[in-house]
């Protein structure tokens, strides 16, 4: 499992000029997930995504951490993060991780950061 995480004031995603997911102050997270992910991993991750202390208290220190600051998640599944870039087709890109799987695993890791009282939103992106 790869997570990308970026601390954003906001952040959207639009598909066809439509915007799917926006979110004020918080984590835009770009998540590939594997064939060898479970749920122990997609739990520990959204420990970790949780505890982050990477926004700034009022002395400008990074000292808080996502709860702190009453921040949003807009989680984007992303399975290209775990592409070999060896083989550059779509197919091996598939290949990666069966699609029920990454489905799972991404409303499991969603799931868990709900219930550290997260306001999130989720837009999954799929191959056609």
């Known amino acids: 499992m790869r997570v990308v995480i970026q601390r954003v004031n906001h952040a959207q995603v639009a598909i066809d000029n439509e915007v799917v997911g926006k979110i004020k ?3 835009l997270l770009l998540v590939g997930i594997g064939q060898d992910d479970n749920e122990e991993v997609v739990a520990k991750a959204a420990q970790k995504i949780a505890k982050m202390r990477i926004f700034e208290d009022e ?13 949003e998640i807009l989680s984007v599944s992303q ?23 990454l489905m799972n695993c991404g409303k499991s890791l969603i799931m868990n950061l709900k ?7 989720l837009v999954i992106l799929e191959l056609i």
């Not at 002395?59 to 921040?71: E, F, I, Q």
């Not at 219930?115 to 939103?121: D, I, N, Q, S, Y």
């Open 115 to 121: 219930k550290l009282a997260f306001m999130l939103k």
């Open 59 to 71: 002395a400008g220190k990074t000292n808080l951490s996502l709860a702190d600051v009453n921040g």
């Open 79 to 101: 399975f290209t993060l775990l592409a070999d870039t060896k083989k550059v087709i779509v197919q091996a890109l598939l290949r990666q991780c069966a699609h029920q799987r």
């Open 25 to 27: 102050k918080g984590f």
